[in-house]
Protein backbone atom coordinates (compact mmCIF):
# COMPACT_ATOMS: atom_id res chain seq x y z
CA UNK A 1 0.00 0.00 0.00
CA UNK A 2 1.47 3.48 -0.74
CA UNK A 3 0.37 6.90 0.09
CA UNK A 4 -1.77 8.12 -2.82
CA UNK A 5 -2.53 11.93 -1.05
CA UNK A 6 -1.53 13.95 1.87
CA UNK A 7 -4.45 16.72 2.80
CA UNK A 8 -3.82 19.48 5.89
CA UNK A 9 -6.78 21.53 6.69
CA UNK A 10 -5.39 24.99 8.22
CA UNK A 11 -8.76 25.91 8.94
CA UNK A 12 -11.36 23.70 10.58
CA UNK A 13 -14.39 23.48 8.38
CA UNK A 14 -12.97 25.23 5.23
CA UNK A 15 -10.99 23.95 2.00
CA UNK A 16 -7.83 21.33 2.45
CA UNK A 17 -4.67 22.09 0.36
CA UNK A 18 -2.96 18.78 -1.22
CA UNK A 19 0.43 18.31 -0.47
CA UNK A 20 3.00 16.12 -2.03
CA UNK A 21 5.22 16.12 1.23
CA UNK A 22 4.28 16.91 4.71
CA UNK A 23 6.06 16.91 8.24
CA UNK A 24 4.34 15.01 10.97
CA UNK A 25 4.44 16.83 14.46
CA UNK A 26 2.73 15.34 17.24
CA UNK A 27 -0.32 17.29 17.25
CA UNK A 28 -0.67 16.25 13.33
CA UNK A 29 0.66 17.45 10.00
CA UNK A 30 2.09 20.64 9.80
CA UNK A 31 0.02 24.01 9.74
CA UNK A 32 -3.61 21.52 9.91
CA UNK A 33 -6.26 22.84 11.54
CA UNK A 34 -4.26 25.41 13.79
CA UNK A 35 -7.25 27.98 13.05
CA UNK A 36 -10.76 28.09 13.77
CA UNK A 37 -13.92 30.29 13.28
CA UNK A 38 -16.05 30.94 16.49
CA UNK A 39 -19.66 32.35 16.43
CA UNK A 40 -20.47 35.26 19.12
CA UNK A 41 -20.90 33.14 22.08
CA UNK A 42 -17.30 31.58 21.21
CA UNK A 43 -18.66 28.34 19.77
CA UNK A 44 -16.90 26.80 17.06
CA UNK A 45 -18.18 26.93 13.89
CA UNK A 46 -17.95 23.88 11.11
CA UNK A 47 -20.05 22.38 8.17
CA UNK A 48 -22.70 20.89 10.31
CA UNK A 49 -24.38 23.96 11.06
CA UNK A 50 -22.57 26.67 8.08
CA UNK A 51 -22.10 24.43 4.74
CA UNK A 52 -21.19 27.31 2.88
CA UNK A 53 -17.43 27.02 5.21
CA UNK A 54 -16.86 24.32 2.16
CA UNK A 55 -16.40 26.85 -0.16
CA UNK A 56 -13.78 29.20 1.98
CA UNK A 57 -10.55 28.14 -0.52
CA UNK A 58 -6.95 28.43 1.89
CA UNK A 59 -3.23 28.87 0.44
CA UNK A 60 -0.30 29.10 2.46
CA UNK A 61 2.04 31.15 0.62
CA UNK A 62 5.66 31.73 2.85
CA UNK A 63 4.28 33.22 6.33
CA UNK A 64 0.66 34.20 5.29
CA UNK A 65 -2.33 31.97 5.18
CA UNK A 66 -4.89 33.22 2.27
CA UNK A 67 -8.27 33.07 2.42
CA UNK A 68 -10.43 33.06 -0.82
CA UNK A 69 -14.85 33.25 -0.78
CA UNK A 70 -17.12 34.88 -2.55
CA UNK A 71 -15.25 37.15 -4.54
CA UNK A 72 -13.05 38.53 -1.33
CA UNK A 73 -9.41 37.44 -0.60
CA UNK A 74 -7.96 38.40 2.67
CA UNK A 75 -4.76 37.45 4.29
CA UNK A 76 -3.44 36.52 7.78
CA UNK A 77 -0.57 35.70 9.41
CA UNK A 78 0.26 32.06 8.83
CA UNK A 79 1.74 32.05 12.64
CA UNK A 80 0.46 35.20 14.60
CA UNK A 81 1.60 34.60 18.05
CA UNK A 82 3.80 37.49 19.48
CA UNK A 83 5.12 38.44 22.71
CA UNK A 84 2.08 40.86 23.37
CA UNK A 85 -0.87 38.62 21.75
CA UNK A 86 -3.13 37.32 24.21
CA UNK A 87 -4.89 34.47 25.10
CA UNK A 88 -7.96 33.30 25.37
CA UNK A 89 -9.87 29.87 26.47
CA UNK A 90 -11.73 28.03 23.89
CA UNK A 91 -13.63 24.88 23.70
CA UNK A 92 -13.97 22.25 20.73
CA UNK A 93 -16.37 20.16 21.91
CA UNK A 94 -15.64 19.41 25.50
CA UNK A 95 -12.33 19.80 25.16
CA UNK A 96 -10.68 22.96 26.74
CA UNK A 97 -8.01 24.30 24.96
CA UNK A 98 -6.53 28.24 24.40
CA UNK A 99 -6.02 30.53 21.48
CA UNK A 100 -5.48 33.78 20.26
CA UNK A 101 -7.28 36.08 17.76
CA UNK A 102 -6.11 36.48 14.74
CA UNK A 103 -4.59 40.17 13.78
CA UNK A 104 -6.20 41.41 10.50
CA UNK A 105 -8.89 41.31 8.49
CA UNK A 106 -9.66 37.70 8.74
CA UNK A 107 -12.29 37.61 11.31
CA UNK A 108 -14.29 40.59 8.84
CA UNK A 109 -13.86 38.01 6.33
CA UNK A 110 -15.71 35.54 8.03
CA UNK A 111 -18.49 37.73 9.51
CA UNK A 112 -19.34 39.10 6.23
CA UNK A 113 -18.80 35.71 4.42
CA UNK A 114 -21.11 33.94 6.63
CA UNK A 115 -23.48 36.88 7.69
CA UNK A 116 -22.82 36.94 11.40
CA UNK A 117 -20.40 38.26 13.67
CA UNK A 118 -17.20 35.77 13.90
CA UNK A 119 -14.05 35.45 15.24
CA UNK A 120 -10.89 33.24 13.29
CA UNK A 121 -8.65 32.18 16.06
CA UNK A 122 -5.45 30.55 16.51
CA UNK A 123 -4.37 27.79 17.81
CA UNK A 124 -0.51 28.68 19.39
CA UNK A 125 1.67 25.33 19.24
CA UNK A 126 2.31 25.09 22.41
CA UNK A 127 -1.32 25.61 23.79
CA UNK A 128 -2.22 22.07 24.66
CA UNK A 129 -5.77 20.18 24.28
CA UNK A 130 -5.41 16.19 25.35
CA UNK A 131 -6.17 13.63 22.93
CA UNK A 132 -9.67 12.12 24.31
CA UNK A 133 -9.31 9.25 26.91
CA UNK A 134 -8.97 6.31 26.88
CA UNK A 135 -7.24 6.40 24.07
CA UNK A 136 -4.49 9.22 25.20
CA UNK A 137 -0.81 8.05 25.88
CA UNK A 138 1.57 10.34 27.94
CA UNK A 139 -0.04 13.83 27.21
CA UNK A 140 -1.21 13.27 23.39
CA UNK A 141 -1.97 15.99 22.26
CA UNK A 142 -4.41 17.57 19.14
CA UNK A 143 -5.01 20.79 17.25
CA UNK A 144 -8.35 21.98 16.18
CA UNK A 145 -9.41 18.47 14.66
CA UNK A 146 -12.66 16.99 15.97
CA UNK A 147 -10.52 14.77 18.50
CA UNK A 148 -7.65 13.04 16.91
CA UNK A 149 -4.24 14.31 15.24
CA UNK A 150 -4.83 12.29 11.69
CA UNK A 151 -7.86 10.91 9.76
CA UNK A 152 -6.59 8.02 7.66
CA UNK A 153 -8.99 6.98 4.76
CA UNK A 154 -8.62 4.29 2.11
CA UNK A 155 -9.36 4.44 -1.93
CA UNK A 156 -10.25 0.78 -1.59
CA UNK A 157 -12.88 1.59 1.23
CA UNK A 158 -14.11 4.13 -0.86
CA UNK A 159 -14.09 2.59 -4.04
CA UNK A 160 -16.42 -0.65 -2.29
CA UNK A 161 -18.64 3.00 -0.95
CA UNK A 162 -19.00 3.55 -4.70
CA UNK A 163 -20.48 0.23 -5.69
CA UNK A 164 -23.19 0.15 -3.12
CA UNK A 165 -23.83 3.84 -4.19
CA UNK A 166 -24.24 2.51 -7.62
CA UNK A 167 -26.15 0.11 -6.70
CA UNK A 168 -29.22 2.11 -5.35
CA UNK A 169 -29.16 4.94 -8.39
CA UNK A 170 -26.89 7.01 -6.28
CA UNK A 171 -24.07 9.22 -7.89
CA UNK A 172 -20.28 8.26 -6.54
CA UNK A 173 -18.49 10.44 -4.48
CA UNK A 174 -14.84 11.72 -3.73
CA UNK A 175 -12.60 11.33 -1.05
CA UNK A 176 -12.57 14.79 -0.10
CA UNK A 177 -15.92 14.29 1.22
CA UNK A 178 -13.90 12.81 4.26
CA UNK A 179 -11.43 14.96 4.70
CA UNK A 180 -8.56 12.80 5.54
CA UNK A 181 -4.90 13.52 6.20
CA UNK A 182 -3.59 10.51 4.56
CA UNK A 183 -5.15 8.73 1.85
CA UNK A 184 -4.10 5.06 1.11
CA UNK A 185 -3.93 3.57 -2.29
CA UNK A 186 -4.22 -0.45 -2.00
CA UNK A 187 -4.94 -2.78 -0.02
CA UNK A 188 -8.42 -4.76 0.80
CA UNK A 189 -11.29 -2.32 1.65
CA UNK A 190 -11.22 -1.50 5.23
CA UNK A 191 -8.73 -3.26 6.08
CA UNK A 192 -7.35 0.09 8.12
CA UNK A 193 -10.40 -1.21 10.45
CA UNK A 194 -8.33 -3.98 11.66
CA UNK A 195 -4.58 -2.34 12.43
CA UNK A 196 -3.52 -1.03 15.84
CA UNK A 197 -1.25 1.08 14.38
CA UNK A 198 -0.08 2.04 10.68
CA UNK A 199 3.94 2.90 9.64
CA UNK A 200 4.92 5.43 6.77
CA UNK A 201 8.85 4.85 6.93
CA UNK A 202 10.34 6.05 11.03
CA UNK A 203 6.62 7.15 11.67
CA UNK A 204 4.24 4.71 13.70
CA UNK A 205 1.00 5.87 14.28
CA UNK A 206 -1.60 4.40 16.79
CA UNK A 207 -4.80 3.90 15.08
CA UNK A 208 -6.88 3.05 18.08
CA UNK A 209 -10.27 3.57 16.76
CA UNK A 210 -12.39 3.96 13.51
CA UNK A 211 -13.76 7.32 12.56
CA UNK A 212 -17.42 8.10 13.65
CA UNK A 213 -18.98 10.11 10.49
CA UNK A 214 -21.81 12.63 10.72
CA UNK A 215 -23.46 15.26 7.73
CA UNK A 216 -20.48 16.14 6.50
CA UNK A 217 -19.93 13.62 4.17
CA UNK A 218 -23.13 14.38 2.46
CA UNK A 219 -21.88 17.79 1.69
CA UNK A 220 -20.56 18.39 -1.59
CA UNK A 221 -17.05 20.24 -0.83
CA UNK A 222 -17.34 22.01 -4.51
CA UNK A 223 -20.81 23.46 -3.80
CA UNK A 224 -21.69 22.86 -0.38
CA UNK A 225 -24.99 21.51 -1.49
CA UNK A 226 -26.34 18.07 0.73
CA UNK A 227 -27.71 15.48 0.43
CA UNK A 228 -28.87 12.41 2.01
CA UNK A 229 -25.65 10.26 0.48
CA UNK A 230 -23.32 8.80 1.21
CA UNK A 231 -24.61 8.53 4.60
CA UNK A 232 -28.12 6.67 4.21
CA UNK A 233 -25.74 3.99 2.56
CA UNK A 234 -22.66 4.29 4.86
CA UNK A 235 -25.49 3.54 7.38
CA UNK A 236 -26.63 0.28 6.07
CA UNK A 237 -23.32 -1.87 5.79
CA UNK A 238 -21.14 -0.07 8.67
CA UNK A 239 -23.06 0.78 11.76
CA UNK A 240 -21.74 -0.24 15.29
CA UNK A 241 -23.00 1.02 18.47
CA UNK A 242 -25.49 3.70 16.55
CA UNK A 243 -21.67 5.13 14.76
CA UNK A 244 -21.44 5.11 11.26
CA UNK A 245 -17.94 4.46 10.40
CA UNK A 246 -15.30 4.92 7.81
CA UNK A 247 -11.71 5.70 7.95
CA UNK A 248 -9.69 5.41 10.95
CA UNK A 249 -8.54 8.50 13.77
CA UNK A 250 -4.39 8.13 13.88
CA UNK A 251 -2.06 9.58 16.43
CA UNK A 252 1.27 10.29 15.92
CA UNK A 253 3.58 8.05 18.16
CA UNK A 254 6.00 11.27 18.60
CA UNK A 255 7.09 13.45 21.52
CA UNK A 256 7.22 17.27 21.76
CA UNK A 257 9.54 19.18 19.51
CA UNK A 258 9.95 15.68 17.51
CA UNK A 259 8.76 15.67 13.56
CA UNK A 260 9.08 13.34 11.13
CA UNK A 261 8.44 13.84 6.86
CA UNK A 262 6.04 11.44 5.22
CA UNK A 263 5.93 11.79 1.10
CA UNK A 264 3.19 10.85 -1.24
CA UNK A 265 4.54 7.71 -2.59
CA UNK A 266 5.52 6.20 0.64
CA UNK A 267 4.85 2.90 1.74
CA UNK A 268 2.69 2.46 4.29
CA UNK A 269 1.71 -0.66 6.39
CA UNK A 270 -0.62 -1.95 9.04
CA UNK A 271 -0.04 -4.09 11.91
CA UNK A 272 -1.95 -5.44 14.34
Given at each position: ?223 AIGSKEPLRTLARY ?35
Open positions: MLVDSLHIYPVKAARGIALTESECLRQGLRNDRRFMVIDAAGKFITQRSHASMALVEVTIDGDRLHLHAAGARVDVPLDPCSPTAKRRPLRVWDAETEGIDVPGEGSRFFSDFLGEPCTLVYMPIDAHRDVEEPYSQRGDRVGFADAYPLLIASLASLADLNEKLAAVGSDPVGIERFRANIVVEGGAPFAEDEALTAHVGDLVMRTPKRCARCVVVTIDQTTRTVDKKVLFGVNAIPDLLDHESLSIHVGDEITYRR
